[in-house]
């Protein structure tokens, strides 16, 4: 379970530029939860997701996991129990490394052994990890060692999502990593993610900018606005929401049009 108790974070502080990008946040994610979240660009959408990780300490309030306080714990230490899939296919892996070096390099990560990397490539590992591979249906089971820089987009989004859930994290974060890619690859790696977050129920935020899949993927959808969360609707209300009835909504608590065409043009 994810616990966020009022965080805040402040960029710039007590300066000219200062910026709010959280501001008193609270949020709980049930055990197994898949929650979309939304919003236009500034929204405070990825900055939620540095707090979680740990990219920065945040100005105000506490973060739990599973009833563990890390709000003060490094980003090395969080990146044990938090996965996360960037936007970006070159983000989160080596790419002068190859595909098997990725994967046990990540298998490795996830123990608490003090030099496990080279006991992690061997034969037993190195079949796991293309059976796994194998099961996606994207060509790269047999291209363990080639360098994963050489692979498409797809290719690496899908071995980053297996290297984050090899060992099954405590919490996986998704931060637009469909963004990037083209309609088709996009809709087979959405597939492919949904069916590792199903299998292993795992508790999921994922960041969209398609306001269509953030009310069909998962079982909550949460927009955000100015570093606040705005919306949070689950259930028979999220299931019966429509992008128009959505942005209204936006509307009618800002005060403002919904003008982020990004979001729009994807979304229709």
Do not use: W
């Not at 994610?29 to 959408?45: C, H, P, R, W, Y």
């Not at 099961?135 to 899908?158: A, F, N, P």
């Not at 259930?235 to 992008?243: F, K």
């Amino acid at each position: 379970m994810l616990e966020i108790r009022d965080i805040t974070k402040i960029f710039d502080k007590g300066t000219v530029n200062e910026q709010i990008a959280i501001k008193d946040i609270s949020l709980t994610l049930q055990d197994g939860e898949f929650v979309t979240i939304v919003g236009s660009n500034g929204a405070g959408k990825s900055t939620l997701f540095n707090a979680i990780c740990g990219g920065f300490l945040v100005d105000g309030g506490h973060i739990f996991l599973d009833g563990e306080n890390i709000t003060f714990q490094s980003a090395h230490e969080r990146a044990r129990k938090i996965g996360r899939v960037f936007q970006d296919p070159m983000r989160g892996t080596a790419p002068n490394m190859t595909i098997e070096e990725n994967l046990a390099l990540a298998y490795a990560r996830s123990g608490t052994r003090t030099n496990p990397f080279a006991r992690a490539i061997n034969k037993k590992n190195v079949d796991f990890f293309r059976e796994s591979l194998s099961r996606y249906h994207m060509g790269i089971e047999d291209r363990m060692k080639t360098k994963i820089g050489l692979l498409s987009g797809g290719q690496r989004q899908v071995v980053t999502l297996l290297m984050c859930t090899l060992s099954v994290p405590r919490l996986l974060l998704l931060d637009e990593h469909t963004a990037a890619l083209d309609p088709a690859t996009a809709e087979k790696v959405m597939e492919i993610t949904k069916s590792i977050v199903e299998e292993n129920k795992l508790t999921t935020m994922m960041i969209t900018h398609n306001l269509n899949q953030s009310l069909t993927t998962g079982s909550r959808t949460i927009m955000m606005d100015s570093g606040e969360i705005i919306l949070d609707i689950s259930g028979e209300e999220r299931e019966h929401m429509t992008m128009d009835q959505m942005i209204n909504m936006y509307s009618m608590k800002r005060q403002k049009d919904f003008d982020n065409d990004r979001i729009l043009l994807s979304s229709r």
